[in-house]
Nanobody, 122 residues
Framework: QVQLAESGGGLVQSGDSLTLSCVFS????????MGWFRQAPGKEKEIIAA????????DYADSVQGRFTISRDNAKNMLYLTMNALRPDDTAVYYC???????????????WGRGTQVTVAS
């Protein structure tokens, strides 16, 4: 079983940058593909970025392409989401998740963190 815990959320201004972190642990955790999801108020949870187990392949939702970067450091058991040019519509709870099989944005994720709130003020 893989455990995940996000950190780094907060209140920022439009145009600011913010990096979220997710520490993962458990047997073979570094062999899992990972993803970042977000859920805005009143909306469904959506995947915004995915990365394969060695960090060599990434995929992004159109809404964050070119602004957000997903990365991982398996030596430190860490997953990151660097967010630039933040907008008010990026306001959401952000979750990291793990899946045994990388399928880009179409993967089915088995393990989840509890989320971290990101609020972007205009």
């Amino acid at each position: 079983q893989v455990q995940l815990a996000e950190s780094g959320g907060g209140l920022v201004q439009s145009g600011d940058s913010l990096t979220l972190s997710c520490v993962f642990s458990g047997p073979g955790a570094s062999n899992y593909a990972m993803g970042w999801f977000r859920q805005a108020p009143g909306k469904e949870k959506e995947i915004i970025a995915a990365i394969n187990r060695n960090g060599g392949s990434m995929d992004y939702a159109d809404s964050v392409q070119g602004r957000f970067t997903i990365s991982r450091d398996n030596a430190k058991n860490m997953l990151y989401l660097t967010m630039n040019a933040l907008r008010p519509d990026d306001t959401a709870v952000y979750y990291c998740a793990a899946t045994p099989t990388f399928a880009g944005l179409s993967g089915r994720y088995n393990y989840w963190g509890r989320g971290t709130q990101v609020t972007v003020a205009s």
